[in-house]
């Protein structure tokens, strides 16, 4: 890319996404600016929709800003999400579609209809988002919800007890779309859709995939895994558990969300369209605590990696998937058991000696806390020059003795959905980096 305002100008009539490392430099990326589907959030739904806490949404704003500012100063294109949304969905083909995809699970005949006919464009992209109540449609539709009556075993009505009950959402918000990582990823010039495991966030992939297909910035993006049916759900894959080691070879976290069984479908479909010789699956305790492999495991540099130790010094039976050529000249994704360390196998994927930080620079006890806050999910931004949140003095520390640029803010409110800088960006494209 020759310069930073040609470039400017090219990104903006068309993005050509490229990502074949996960350090490479930096040229444009995606994230989602959270928003009101966060004050969505109350005690009695916080657990169905992933959260742990309330977060302060004006605070949270504030450190995405400063992230995105960070990023900016660095020359990097920042495109956010709910724009590309509400541009795609000005074509009335597109907005019908994403508003009945998003209304069919739902119980209520005729709401697809009603929200269709009642809202402006740029609300209905807010409620994509943001969800919308019975109340919500009532008071602008007439548009009426039969009560639901809660009952007892005994026949006895039951009072209903909170606010999710006395005014249920008729489409659910997204606060977890922040955490633009997971519903997708960019790969080569291509895109992977990726499958949620919780049905609180399989709206996610649908729009997204909808931005990536239908925006004038992506046209032709071909999607390399995700769009025919049979890679569907329940065969879950999401975007934190995805990790480029190289143009060759990816590493996948066989975690909390996503399945072994799906790794092996990703790997048969990547190999049938000669994208990667390698696919390593890496296993990592299914737990929320470690919901993705990136927030245990991260990349910065050539042969120069982030682990959490507790988690990354105990995996074992890893698999690595490659492809084999029948006579026909059909390819099986042959999957064997990798005998050689999860570090060799970077050493040989890298050909140089890995160089590890640990989470906490050797404390046990900073390690836990700085996983906790997502330390360990630095987002490398440039070969050794990564974006972390300010809080994890530890690890940030560690980072710069192996002469990582680290730059910091404050994510004291973005953490509270347990994730970090890596976890809030969609990278679309890097420079190709030198791996000799």
């Not at 390819?331 to 000696?353: C, T, W």
Request: hydrophobic share 40%.
């Amino acid at each position: 890319m020759a310069n930073d305002q040609e470039q400017h100008n090219e990104l903006h009539q068309k993005i050509n996404l490229n990502i074949k490392s996960e350090y490479g430099r930096l040229r444009a990326v995606m994230v989602h600016r959270p928003g009101p589907e966060i004050d969505r959030l109350t005690p009695s739904n916080k657990y169905q929709l992933l959260f742990e806490d309330i977060p302060f949404l004006g605070r949270m704003q504030k450190e995405h800003d400063e992230f995105v500012q960070l990023m900016r100063n660095e020359k990097i294109e920042v495109f956010y999400f709910h724009e590309l949304l509400q541009r795609i969905i000005q074509n009335e083909r597109v907005c019908r579609k994403l508003v009945m995809s998003c209304c069919k699970y739902g119980q209520y005949p005729g709401l697809s209809s009603a929200i269709l006919e009642h809202y402006s464009i740029n609300e209905i992209g807010n409620i994509l988002i943001e969800g919308i109540t019975a109340q919500e449609l009532e008071s602008r539709t007439g548009f009426e919800i039969a009560p639901r009556i809660a009952v007892d075993r005994k026949g006895r009505r039951i009072v209903l007890a909170n606010e999710d009950q006395l005014d249920p959402f008729l489409i659910e918000p997204l606060p977890n779309m922040y955490f633009m990582r997971d519903p997708g990823v960019v790969f080569g010039n291509g895109f992977i859709s990726t499958k949620m495991h919780f049905d609180a966030r399989v709206r996610e992939t649908v729009l997204l995939r909808e931005v990536l297909t239908r925006h004038s910035l992506f046209a032709g993006t071909p999607i390399w895994y995700g769009a025919a049916s049979d890679e569907d759900r329940p065969f879950t894959i999401e975007g934190g558990d995805v990790i480029v080691i190289n143009e060759r070879a990816i590493a996948i976290g066989a975690s909390q969300r996503t399945r072994p069984e799906t790794i092996r479908r990703f790997a048969q479909r990547l190999f049938e369209q000669h994208l990667v010789d390698r696919i390593y699956e890496v296993p990592i305790p299914a737990a929320r605590a470690y919901m993705h492999l990136d927030t245990v495991f991260t990349i910065i540099d050539r042969a120069k990696v982030v682990t959490y130790p507790r988690v990354m010094d105990e995996v074992v039976g890893i698999r690595r998937y490659e492809p084999v050529y029948a006579d026909d000249d059909t390819v099986v994704a042959m999957g064997v058991e990798e005998r050689r360390s999860f570090v060799d196998v970077l050493g040989d994927e890298f050909g140089a000696k890995l160089e590890i930080v640990q989470t906490g620079d050797g404390s046990d006890r900073h390690a836990a806390r700085e996983q906790a806050s997502d330390g360990t999910n630095v987002f490398a931004i440039a070969p050794g020059h990564v974006i972390t949140y300010d809080r994890n003095r530890k690890t940030n520390d560690a980072l710069r003795k192996v002469y990582a640029k680290v730059l910091e803010f404050d994510g004291s409110e973005l953490v509270r959905g347990l994730g970090g800088p890596r976890c809030m960006t969609l990278p679309l494209y890097r420079d190709e980096v030198d791996h000799d």
